[in-house]
């Protein structure tokens, strides 16, 4: 080991929010997962333009992270390492995630989950942002090129540890019962309308779920079990 020389004083700061210190570091037990968020507060806060994200292939080409993923005694390619960092970063919901079809390719794109970085994804969800926007970030010219954004649907297991915390047991399971039982699409909506009011629980989600299921949503109901839904009276 080479001995570090020290950090120079006061020049070459990267800000991190307080936050992670005191709620996503204590949960974080894989080195990997710790060592790309810490690589990407540095080089996201270094980027130009908005909004501020990285492509997996500007990941995987970095010398620095990929020998910052070596260790030895683990014979994995640092490109495995890489991708289940980044897996488990997403859900734990420190960072947003969007995939865009290039060709006959499939790039995703990383960002850190802001409010701000959330409405970025929605839209580019929506079809309200082009994914194009991301090329020019990422500095190619892809003339006659038409990108198009690949649909990630959160699993209800995520959507719960990225609005309300880590999973045990029993709400596992009820999760997996409200699964079988609800569309997906009125869970994802039943998680937002919940962020939205600040009620980050499961009881009040479940409470929305069994209300749409009782009263309809949208003039809509569905066969549990089913995913059909059924038009009702209004």
């Known amino acids: 080991m080479v001995a570090f020389a020290g950090f120079p004083s006061g020049r070459g700061t990267v800000p991190v ?7 996503v570091l204590p949960e974080i037990e894989d080195v990997n997962e710790l060592k ?26 970095d010398a620095t992270l990929r020998r910052a993923l070596r260790r030895r005694g683990d014979p994995r390619p640092p490109e495995e390492k890489l991708r289940q960092a980044l897996d488990l970063a997403v859900r734990r919901g420190t960072l947003l995630r969007v995939r865009i079809r290039v060709d006959d390719e499939v790039v995703t794109w990383y960002f850190f989950h802001t409010d701000r970085n959330r409405r970025v994804v929605e839209r580019l969800f929506q079809g ?12 190619i010219t892809s003339e006659g090129t038409t990108p198009a954004v690949v649909l990630e649907k959160p699993t209800i297991f ?16 009820q999760l997996a019962d409200a699964a079988e039982h609800y569309p997906p699409e009125w869970i994802e909506t039943a998680f937002r309308e919940a962020a939205e009011q600040n009620k980050r629980s499961w009881s009040y989600i479940r409470a929305i779920l069994r209300r749409w299921d009782t ?20």
């Open 17 to 23: 929010p307080e936050v992670f210190f005191a709620t």
């Open 36 to 61: 790309v968020t810490a690589y990407l507060f540095g080089t996201l806060y270094q980027k130009r333009g908005q909004p501020r994200c990285i492509s997996d292939r500007e990941l995987v080409a």
């Open 128 to 139: 309200e942002l082009s994914p194009m926007r991301l090329l020019e970030l990422e500095g």
């Open 158 to 173: 995520t959507l719960y540890e990225q609005n309300i915390g880590p999973l045990v047991p029993l709400i596992a399971d």
């Open 215 to 234: 009263e309809g949503k949208g003039g809509k109901r569905h066969e549990a079990g089913t995913g059909r839904r059924t038009s009702t009276a209004i």
